[in-house]
């Protein structure tokens, strides 16, 4: 049995490796567009790769992903973020967790990912062609039965006995134009997992100033998400605005990234309570310079900004200030509001929610129901989790058990 697997992504390479020693007899081939593969991998996690998240309870693992979570908690358990560290672990590669989660080989280097995998495809006999294209894909009539052909750019034409899409996102609906082609329904792609650009917010200049425990808001909408903020130099950033992105990815496509964004930069505390503790200082520290000592904890270089925004002079005291002004400052602590004009992708590590529509694909076996044979894998499903390695876990399950199920 011929089978090849389109993409060699991290979804792409545990297919095939998993149906290499599955099917030992199948001969399996690994095309990939580009020069390299496991490109994704090699950038992930500023180039440490976040392989997956700690193995934890199903239900917390299913609330990271804001498509396809139903899909997942029936193929999680089957291969699981424990299965995963365990995979790699058989191969040489120790995981390490970090607080939040997060789990990166010990050597914090993603070409230890990759290495393995090159390596366990090695040995497995899986054959690996880059630069590749498939130009789309067809069922032709042989002396042996019903085959696949696939035709190339720059090649003779393929053929084989059973396809696997690992593809990746596209947030482009173009990009999946050759498989919509045989009736496959596409949930328009979109791009995830983005940074929110605010042009002429006053905070610019603080880049790389970052707040541990905010809450970021998306006006006109029940979107909000509590984690750490990062002030870039053009917007923001950080955990709490990623995981933002992707659960209000289609909503904020709807505005063509347009909207406001509310900031409360002290998560635990609400607008009242803020303005009751300044008051309360102007009898507490009444000689002290308010914009000398920073409160609440929050880095001193965003306190003189809010301050400043406030109103609030350079060498104003505490006993000296209006409860006009302070209402200001605590109204900047906790709503500050911003212009988002636009989005960033996040580093090179874009997500893409839409994909394959799950309603096409047998959620056992991952096969497509439109074209038997033809197998899906990874996020060019309808499927995307947020930051902390759930996308990887997400590419190694569809992987794991499209490869388990594509011989038989």
């Known amino acids: 049995m011929q089978i090849v697997v389109i993409g060699g992504g991290a979804s792409g390479f545990m297919a095939a490796i998993t149906a290499a020693e599955t099917f030992p007899d199948a001969r399996i081939t690994i095309l990939e567009k580009n020069k390299t593969v496991l490109n994704k991998v090699r950038v992930s996690g500023g180039g440490r790769c976040n392989v997956t998240h700690n193995p934890s309870d199903l239900r917390f693992f299913i609330k990271n992903y804001p498509r396809g979570d139903k899909l997942l908690r029936k193929l999680i358990p089957r291969f699981d973020a424990a299965a995963t560290v365990e995979w790699f672990e058989k191969r040489g590669v120790k995981l390490k967790t970090e607080n939040d989660g997060r789990m990166f080989p010990v050597t914090d280097s993603s070409h230890t990912i990759i290495e393995c995998l090159l390596r366990a495809a090695k040995q497995a006999g899986i054959e690996i062609k880059t630069g590749v294209s498939v130009k789309s894909l067809s069922k032709i009539s042989s002396a042996e ?194 212009d988002v004009k636009g989005k960033t992708t996040f580093k090179e590590e874009f997500v893409t929610c839409g994909g394959i529509s799950l309603a096409d694909v047998n959620r056992e076996t991952l096969e497509s129901s439109v074209l038997p044979g033809l197998y899906f894998a990874g996020e060019v499903l309808d499927v995307d989790g947020i930051t902390g390695g759930f996308n990887f876990q997400n590419a190694w399950t569809t992987g794991y058990i499209a490869g388990k199920n594509i011989g038989a």
């Open 145 to 338: 039965g019903e085959k696949f052909e696939l035709n190339l750019d720059s090649q003779e034409p393929i053929t084989c006995d059973r396809i696997l899409i690992a593809t990746g996102g596209y947030p482009k609906i173009a990009g999946f134009e050759w498989l919509s082609e045989h009736g496959h329904q596409i949930v328009d792609p979109l791009p995830s997992l983005f940074t929110f650009n605010t042009p002429g917010n006053y905070l610019l200049p603080l880049a790389g100033v970052s707040v541990p425990d905010a809450v970021v808001r998306i006006m006109g909408t029940k979107h909000e998400w509590r984690g750490p903020v990062l002030i870039t130099h053009w917007g923001f950033s950080g955990p709490a605005v990623l995981k933002l992105s992707a659960w209000g990815a289609r909503d904020l496509a709807e505005k063509n990234y347009d909207f406001v964004c509310k900031i409360n930069w002290l998560a635990e505390l609400n607008e009242q309570q803020v303005r009751e503790f300044l008051i309360q200082e102007k009898t507490n520290t009444p000689k002290q310079q308010i914009t000398s000592h920073a409160r609440f904890g929050i880095p001193m270089r965003l306190w003189k900004a809010l301050t400043e925004k406030s109103e609030i002079n350079e060498g104003l005291k505490w006993s000296e200030a209006t409860n006009k002004v302070l209402n200001r400052l605590a109204e900047l602590l906790t709503n500050s509001q911003f």
